[in-house]
């Protein structure tokens, strides 16, 4: 990540964590008083060391000084334990509001940028991302802060007491931080192969699991095994890379403190020795008591610790910027238009493609000169053989994709007048790819329309024919079922979704293969309940089983993104072209 960007995303997380001020300057405030009363409790040891070297022997002043240090320490220890509760709330505050506005963007991106996403590295982003720039967050702030006035505190205290050997340790202490730096610098591309690695694995992990049927009746259990662990050990190698230098950053700057430790302590005793009156020290103005060389090595220690602290969590710190990178990266996505601002008027009299053209990537043409119309009440039929654009169709008129030329109108005018959600809230859907929730059949059943009552419940559903389904469930309607459905056969996902669009009752249909998963007896009540529902409707189609468009108003044969037969059942038979030798293949139907 290059430095401007990763300062960057750090400016980022920093303002919303100031979203919440009270609790990041009382958590702030908290550990900076508590880690400037730590730094006087050397001074005072000092003192009182010199006070007994010195002859004192006045215990009432032990006393004082034993009670005045442990007075010190307890608050300080109070106040930092306090300031640590707030800045690890602070942290969960903000990660729940980031996470609050990555769901609410991933409502409204548009769904080519989702589709450029597996679902288990949205989630991630949601989950392992957000814990990890919460500790990250955590660390950055309670290490910087106490860091800073640690660094403060004990500069003044150490020139205080002999500015020649503090001058020494300044001079000495930052080859830790230069040391920590330089492996810190070649660690970051390895955190970001760590976070890219999580990514896969997670997304692998749940393409298996949904597909975990298919897998065991092909066989391929052991590929897909294979497949994780190859993932998995990328992971596990850019994690060992990323960890082993992430952990030799602090023992090496240690070993490099400590060198610092032991020169101030042997030139402290030097300056010690000189202090004596007449000393040497003395006329530099340099002099150091034994009691003030104690407090000294204890400050020299505390100096260096802001800079091992900081490198300790340098791992937690660049994971947490590459989590952040990787959010933000969503963020910064351009939201899906709202489209304009004219009012759809129901019900919508036409619908028409003219010259109309689309690509999911701009070097590849896909829908080249869809021209239909599509009249009030019809209902229109898309056939064709698979990828030839006939679910494209749809979500194009849905404005779940935008066409890239030609036009496409309602009522006459270019649908961008309308908004998205006025255009799709026209509509009622039935796809093959059913969607479920967790929740009761009943609320998943009045999905579309929250405040129906039971009996319009019940009505739908008996228009779906899942009535008789339900009522052998123990609760009926009130059965809870888990997220997707997965203790129900696919028939009867699809005939709650079925229920779903009887119970919405909308101005316009879409049904994609909307009984593919019913079996005969079913899709023929279906479908005699969808012929009442689909009269004086606008109804679009997409078919496999050509025996239920027979009907249709307009029948439009689709072949590599574009239309090259269009007609009634009857017109297209007479024709005898491509819809004719589909017939045919399908068996006459």
């Not at 009634?568 to 399908?586: I, P, R």
Request: net charge negative; with cysteine.
């Amino acid at each position: 990540m290059k430095t401007k960007e990763r300062y960057s995303v750090t400016l980022r997380i920093l303002s919303l964590a100031l979203r919440h001020k009270k609790t990041f300057i009382f958590g702030l405030a908290a550990v900076v008083v508590g880690t400037a009363l730590s730094m006087i409790a050397p001074i005072l040891v000092g003192h009182a060391i010199d006070y007994v070297a010195f002859g004192g022997t006045d215990f009432e002043m032990i006393t004082r000084y034993c009670v005045i240090i442990t007075a010190c320490v307890t608050a300080s220890g109070v106040l930092v334990w306090c300031g640590n509760v707030l800045l690890s709330n602070l942290a969960y505050l903000t990660v729940r509001d980031l996470r609050k506005r990555l769901f609410s963007k991933l409502l409204t991106l548009p769904l080519s940028v989702i589709e450029r996403h597996s679902r288990g590295d949205l989630m991630n982003r949601m989950s392992t991302f957000g814990e990890n720039l919460s500790d990250g967050l955590y660390q950055g702030v309670l290490q910087l802060s106490a860091g800073a006035v640690t660094l403060l505190v004990t500069l003044v205290c150490m020139y205080t007491l002999n500015w020649a050997v503090a001058t020494l340790i300044v001079l000495l202490t930052p080859l830790s931080a230069f040391v920590a730096a330089k492996i810190a610098k070649r660690n970051r591309v390895t955190f970001a192969e760590q976070s890219e690695n999580m990514s896969r694995l997670s997304g692998a992990a749940e393409e298996y699991f949904s597909g975990s049927r298919v897998l065991r009746a092909y066989g391929r259990v052991d590929e897909s095994a294979e497949e994780v662990e190859k993932i998995n050990r990328d992971l596990f190698g850019s994690g060992v890379r990323s960890q082993f230098a992430g952990a030799l950053v602090n023992p090496v700057s240690r070993f490099v403190n400590y060198i610092v430790y032991a020169a101030a302590a042997i030139v402290g005793g030097i300056f010690v020795i000189g202090s004596g009156a007449g000393g040497w020290a003395d006329g530099i103005g340099a002099t150091l008591t034994v009691g003030a060389l104690s407090a000294f090595l204890t400050y020299a220690n505390q100096y260096a610790r802001p800079f091992n602290d900081v490198t300790s969590v340098t791992a937690e710190l660049q994971t947490a910027s590459a989590a952040g990178r990787t959010i933000f990266a969503l963020l910064d996505e351009a939201d899906e238009d709202k489209g304009g601002t004219e009012k759809v008027e129901l019900p919508v009299s036409s619908i028409e493609f003219e010259n109309a053209s689309f690509s999911y990537n701009p070097k590849t043409p896909f829908i080249e000169g869809l021209t239909f119309r599509a009249e009030e009440g019809q209902k229109i039929a898309l056939v064709g053989t698979t990828g030839s654009g006939k679910t494209t169709v749809i979500n194009l008129i849905m404005r779940f994709y935008d066409i890239t030329g030609g036009r496409l109108e309602f009522d006459g005018k270019d649908i961008e007048s309308y908004p998205r959600a006025d255009v799709r809230r026209s509509f009622g859907m039935v796809l093959q790819d059913t969607w479920l929730f967790g929740g009761t059949i009943k609320e998943n059943i009045a999905y579309g329309k929250p405040d129906a009552t039971d009996e319009e419940i019940r009505a739908a559903a008996e228009a779906a024919h899942l009535d008789k389904f339900v009522s052998t469930l123990e609760n009926g309607y009130d059965t809870v079922i888990s997220g997707d459905g997965e203790e129900l056969s696919e028939g009867q996902k699809q005939l709650i979704t079925i229920a779903r669009v009887f119970l919405a009752s909308p101005e316009m249909l879409i049904l994609d293969e909307a009984t593919a998963s019913v079996d005969a007896m079913t899709e023929r009540a279906v479908q005699a309940a969808f012929a009442e529902l689909t009269g004086g409707r606008t109804t679009f189609v997409v078919a496999h089983r050509l025996s239920t468009i027979r009907d249709s108003d307009l029948i439009i044969v689709m072949d590599n993104g574009r239309i090259i037969e269009k007609g009634s059942h009857d017109e297209l038979v007479a024709l005898g072209g491509f819809y004719t030798q589909m017939l045919k293949a399908a068996g006459g139907e």
